[in-house]
Every structure is written in C-alpha cells, then in structure tokens.
C-alpha cells in the first residue's frame, strides 16, 4: 500500500514540476515582450489578443497586462513549490 | 571514481544505457521540433520578402480558419503585426518583421546546435559503457 502512494506521489511530483518549468518559461516569454514593448516607438500601435480577436491597447495597458500576468504566474508557482515541499516531506516519510 | 566503476554491476551498466539512449531520443525528437520551426520561420520570411516587393495592390485571400478565407486586397503592404508573446501583438514594418524572424531563427539554431553536442556527448558515454559491458561479459561466462 506504501509502495502504491510512493508511486502515485512521484508521479504528481514530476508532473509538479513539469508544470512549475513550462509556467517559469512563461515568465520568460513575459520579460521578452515587455522588453519589446518598452522599447518600442510610441506611435507604434499595439494589440492585445482576445481569443483572436486584437484589440489595440496603449502601452501602459500591454505592460499592465503582462504584470497581472506576471503576478498570477508567481503566485501558481509558489503554490507548486509549495506542494512539491509537502510531497517531499511525504516521501521522506513514507521511505523512513 | 575508477572503484565506482569497478563495483558496478552488468544491470546497472544496462540501465545508464538505456537511461542515456532515452535522452537522445527525446533530444532527436527537439530537435526534430525546432527544425519544423525553422522551417516555418523561413517560409514566413520568404512570404514577407514577397509581399515587400511585389504585394502593393494585390488580391489575396485571407485565411479564417477551417479551410476557409476571404477576399482581400493589400493596402499597405509594410503595416504587418507580430506576436510578442503574453498575448500581446506589435505593429511593425515589414524589415521589423523580417529582423525579428531573423534573430528567432538564430536562436534556433543555438539550441538546436547545443542539442546537437548534447547529443554526440550522450553517444560518446552510451560507446563507452557498451565497451565497459563488453569487458565484463567473459567475466560472466
């Protein structure tokens, strides 16, 4: 029975941090578009997506956009990080 | 490190190599991935060059999605919008647009050229424990 929620815990583990990664690159794609955005032109027009839909925002709203972004992202990847110290401790539990 | 070697049994030797040739297949499978990519970049870049040159005034169709596409007409053929990701998009001249894909594509080919030695390493280390487990086997017999 030990061995079977050993087994289940790895699993979600891995798929923690498998998540943890794609939402950190995330992150990355972030700091790469606010980059573009603050250094470009101010009469260039920027759009932001609505499911396919672009809608033309300034530059205050994209880079208020990405910080919204940016601070979900931060709080799910606490959260992860979070529940991958839980299921560590589990794990140490369980193998002692 | 030379006593760890020695203590390693013919199972675990097995293992790294399975271990080892698992890794180069999904770095194939990367890799194999980013060159779709490239390819893709290359193909809008060449459409771009087109449309500088020669797309003033033209008729095209433009796509809606499913199969479907409408009748349009290019104004302006250097007012073109690109992704920056996050969801937001950035007009652009057509040279913007062309530069951007251009310094995407490099970066592709840094990964992929890194994949590349990752992947030469990895058979390196898969030659060298086949030839570890070739030693040990008239041991076994």
Redesign the interface.
Known sequence: MEAVRAYELELELRQVRELRKAIEL?MK??E???G??TA?KSE???????ADL?VE?TKDE?IE??ES?RLAYRREIERLKQREKEIMEELVKLRS | MAEEKKVRTLEQIQDEIRSYLGEIEYLRSQIGAIDATIADLRIVDATLAYIKEKGKGKSIYIPLGSGVAIKGKIENPDDV?M??????????TIDEARENIEKRINALMNLRLALLRKIEEDTRKVNELLKELQEMQPEKK
Do not use: N
């Not at chain 1, 260039?44 to 609505?50: G, N």
């Not at chain 2, 992704?83 to 652009?92: E, K, S």
């Open positions: 995330k794609e972030l790469y578009a606010e573009l955005i470009t260039r027009k920027i759009y932001r997506s609505f672009l925002v994209a956009h990405i972004l | 919008i992704d920056v990701g996050a969801g937001i998009l950035v007009g652009a």
